[in-house]
């Protein structure tokens, strides 16, 4: 059973996250916050394995709760999952500084939304596609040549790492090549331990500072997924 936090300060919304989270068997509430503070506290207190944090809200926002739950957390920290309306790319930027797993809108559907919880739960990172290409367009730097790294990785890992890029989760990834989802997560972490990689955000940053995947802003359209 995946324990989850809710954090999220409109009542009602909050009140509909806490409903749809309740409908999936896999998944359990463990609390819900209205606050980044009263998230901290909770946190600590009901040990979840994934946090929703809502990311404007009085007081302590949601990124630094983020910071401060993950700092407090040890050997175990939670997942957390952002699910906003701002796209931003201050936001989103911040957001992965501080340690976020994933970074959905609020436009997303119920079931991606609970896919995602269970995605970053089982140690996934999950960013809404159009958030990923607004974060690269922002800060990847001019496209230069491959690093010599690249040329470490076969061509199946090279089309999974540009995949990753675009921001397909695993299941997206499984789904577009035809491959099973155990297929793709061997291919990742060979993809991650070749390039000497943390996390697929850095994976993200490498596809786009290499030139594999160009942001919008170098041709002027939108990069083909």
Known sequence: MIRVLVVEDQVLIRGGLVALIKTAPELSVVGDASDGEQAVELAASTNPDVVLMDLRMPGVDGIEATRRILAAAGETPPRVLVLTTYDHDEYVYRALLAGASGYLLKDTTPERLLNAITTVAYGGMLFDPTVVRSLIDAYAPTPSQNPAQLRTLTSRETEILRLIAHG????????????????????????????????RAEAVILAYEAGLVVPRRSRGEAPDA
């Not at 099973?180 to 060979?190: E, F, G, S």
């Open 168 to 199: 397909l989760s695993n299941g997206d990834i499984s789904d577009r090549l035809e491959i099973t989802d155990a297929t793709v997560k061997t291919h990742v972490n060979r993809v991650l331990a070749k390039l000497g990689l943390a996390s």
